[in-house]
């Protein structure tokens, strides 16, 4: 799971700093990020994404403390609103679940082959393929559960003009926020690749408590309860 990524990182970090220059310049070249890289496909659609930034301009912050986004480098608090929650901060790449081509232990460093909610058939979430994103596990600063979000509840995540729905799919560090699968960021144009992906660009999470559509892995069925939330949430607000 997610949550686990971030320390084995660190230690490998901390490892190739001892590795001598010699072994680290025959090491196999990484793709360039344009390889993996693709046009923009979100979900779109109404409301649009302006519609949608435009009721989260302002935060009533929610959470007591703020949160760490890694790609962004910046401090992120939880703001709430009538009928969700949302941050804005860059993207981390989660591929975390069903070993795929895209997602396994040799595209990721810290890959693990499961997530914390499970596909209707009982198998992790497909990274890769399944639009999902992190949300910290449950803390003094804000507790998810407790706030009335469960596993498979639909988010709203915008980007440069673009809309994609995704699910609660993963838990990540308690302290560390903005992260979502390779699915969602390939959507949204976002550099997918688990090794060098992600954005320290503005990208803005919105999640509605209560709002799970089905199979967690059904898109088509995310994408239409997702807009029809997202169009209460800008009547509302």
């Known amino acids: 799971m997610a949550k686990l990524k971030y320390a084995l990182a660190a230690l490998i970090a901390a490892a190739v700093v001892l590795v001598p220059a010699q072994l680290t310049a025959q090491a196999a070249p990484q793709a360039p990020a344009a390889a993996v890289q ?11 994404a302006a519609e949608l930034l435009a009721k989260t301009a302002n935060c009533k912050v929610v959470s007591k403390g703020t949160y760490t986004n890694t790609q962004a480098n910046k401090k992120v608090n939880i703001c709430g609103a009538t009928g969700a929650f949302f941050w804005t901060s860059g993207m981390n790449i989660d591929c975390d679940g069903q070993t795929t081509t895209q997602c396994n232990k040799n595209t990721d460093c810290c890959y693990q082959n499961d997530t914390s909610f499970h596909q209707s058939d009982g198998k992790p ?50 302290n560390i926020i903005g992260e979502a699968s390779y ?30 559509s089905g199979k967690i892995e059904d898109h088509t069925a995310t994408v239409t309860k997702g807009r029809q939330v997202a169009s209460t949430f800008v009547s509302k607000n």
Do not use: C, W
């Open 38 to 48: 693709a046009a923009p496909h979100a979900d779109g659609g109404s409301p649009t």
């Open 183 to 212: 699915a969602t960021a390939q959507a949204l144009g976002i550099n997918p690749d688990p090794k060098n992906g992600g954005t320290a660009d503005p990208v803005t999470y919105i999640v509605f408590p209560g709002s799970k």
């Open 125 to 174: 979430m497909n990274a890769a393929k399944t639009p999902y994103v992190v949300i910290p596990l449950p803390s003094s600063r804000f507790n998810y559960g407790a706030n009335g979000i469960k596993g498979g509840d639909i988010l709203a995540v915008v980007y440069k003009g673009q809309v994609e729905y995704a699910v609660f799919g993963d838990e990540g560090p308690n």
